[in-house]
């Protein structure tokens, strides 16, 4: 493993990935808890394990084909009904892209 | 016997029977909770009205002459991770609070056609991540057995809910231990099935690959009978297996069966957890099974292979809470500033910690190093644990390190997380386990023996399940028993 020090700019970096708005003390804290939790994690980063295949699943997959048969699906009214705003059988969101 | 005492099964018989009506099961229940669930707190929401007339109906039912299945009128507390339509369904986060579900969970339809009565809905660590349910985005639970002591996690809820007769039965959900190591931690049974023996729609993910929902009860043949119908196929979950579970046959005894105890779970476990698991080996030699060490090599890899899988699967799974479909909204200049804030204010601390840790493991430069090495880790103890049920038919170790601690005892993330470190491994592998109340450990608190069997060994599992439970020291009771009694 290359480094398991996360510094407070690589945590607020990875907050932004991940959608999360973090004040700077916040950062400052994970980044001593992510620090730590991938400290641990050290252990395997030194096992010798090239060429052991990984396991994605427990259970090994196969696609399951059915016929392409119209079944029921969920009420859109209702499904519309949890979200914060909708209109006209849409989900309406903030403005995504700049006005132009 | 008082209601609340009888066992699930003796429930149902008595509501088949009309000993009993159903309402009256379900209202001493409703009673019980009205009266100590302010002390334990375990639901967050309890569906008295609704219970009351799915009971009546049920008794109806029965009046009529109609079948009305084997958990008729038992009620069951829900882990509030599963969708119950029209009901609020929360993971115990802010972000979804209100949230009421179109659709509901396969598992949900199955013990309702089973006659159960939900009876309410359980409190969780937030989004089932965490060992104490003090993460729940909305007040934590209490252990029943010392109200100052957590009932463990995530589903603290459910597994308090059955340990203090406010129901004989609950579902939970395991991810690295959520079942098992709660009922260890309160002194019932919980176990958590096979993956894909039991249909994950309806759940609300964590991590996929890792996620199974199992039952809770205060004794093995009722957890048995509670796994029986909610174990099979479902064409809305893709890693349904297809198999079912029979519970009829696992009362058979252990003689002549071989049990591993694994050695790499008994590294920092407590003096009198340790007293407890060498009581359980005593007692199932006595029982007529061959016990001897065993050694699993890879599964002291499991914590930190599980830390960066579950955490990986959790940062795509929880991208979903973004303020559009559903769930909290707080309003920013643009859609990226809308995620931003709504995720910031409706995920907690723990929550958000372990998105950040998956985005981390797997992002560019890291996804290698770090998820990559945690699956061949998972190949590894797959592997291992194969090798040892060539050699036995079964193994058991600890469920827990240590018993129930108290609130804030484990502010630091990484001592939480050890809590999970017996139970992590079978996950990994996809293989069932269950943690059995074996008495009690240190200042009195009870602690449980986990046994471990191969996919689709559920039999083999609650046999040895049966036997401990045969040879285990009397059921522990609710903190306001203890006091009424001395």
Known sequence: MSSDQISREETLHIAHLARLAITDEEAALYASQLSAVLAHARDIGALDIAGVEPTMHAVSMRNVLREDVISRSLDRDEVLASAPSSEAGMFVVPRIAGEG | MAIVDMSAREMAAAVRSRELSALEIVDA???????????????????????????????????????????????????????????????????LAGWRPPYTATVLERIEAAGAVVIGKTNLDEFAMGSSTENSGFFATRNPVDTSRVP????????????????????????????????????????????????????????????????????????????????????????????????????????????????????????????????????????????????????????????????????????????????????????????LRTRASGFGAEVKRR??????????????????????????????????????????????????????????????????????????????GISVPFGAAEEGMPAGVQVLAPALGEATMFKVAMALEAAAAKQTVPAWRSAAAS
Do not use: W
């Open chain 2, 29 to 95: 229940h409703l009673a019980e909770i009205d009266a100590h669930d302010h002390e334990v707190r375990a639901f967050l929401l309890v569906l008295g009205d609704e219970a009351r007339r799915r009971a009546s109906q049920i008794d109806a039912a029965i009046a009529r002459g109609e079948e009305v299945g084997p958990l008729a009128g038992v009620p069951v507390a829900v882990k509030d991770n599963m969708a119950l339509r029209g009901v609020e369904t929360t993971c115990a986060s802010r972000i």
């Open chain 2, 152 to 339: 463990g996690g995530s589903s603290g809820g459910s597994a308090a809910a059955v340990a203090a007769r406010f129901a004989p039965l609950a579902l939970g959900s395991d991810t690295g231990g959520s079942i098992r190591q709660p009922a260890s931690l309160c002194g019932v049974v919980g176990a958590k099935p096979t993956y894909g023996l039991v249909s994950r729609y309806g759940l609300i993910a964590f991590a996929s690959s890792l996620d199974q929902i199992g039952p809770f009860a205060r004794n093995v043949e009722d957890a048995a009978a509670l796994l029986s119908v909610i174990a099979a196929h479902d064409a809305k979950d893709s890693t349904s297996l297809g198999a079912g579970f029979d519970a009829s046959e696992i009362a058979t005894g252990v003689r002549g069966m071989r049990i591993g105890v694994v050695e790499e779970m008994l590294d920092g476990v407590s003096p009198g957890v340790s007293s407890v698991l060498d009581s359980a080996i005593a007692s199932l030699v006595e029982a007529g099974a061959t016990v001897e060490r065993v050694s699993v090599p890879a599964a002291r890899f499991g914590l930190s292979a599980y830390y960066l899988i579950a955490p990986a699967e959790a940062s795509s799974n929880l991208a979903r809470f973004d303020g559009v479909r559903f769930g909290l909204r707080v309003e920013g200049e643009d859609i990226t500033e809308t995620y």
């Open chain 2, 355 to 432: 998105i950040m840790l998956g985005t981390y493991a797997l992002s560019a430069g890291y996804y290698d190093a770090l998820y990559g090495k945690a699956q061949q880790v998972r190949t590894l103890i797959a592997r291992d644990f194969a090798a040892a049920y060539e050699r036995f038919d079964a193994l058991i170790s600890p469920t827990s390190p240590t018993v129930a601690f108290r609130f804030g005892e484990r502010s630091d993330p990484l001592s939480m997380y050890m809590s999970d470190v017996c139970t992590i491994p079978s996950n990994l592998a996809g293989h069932p």
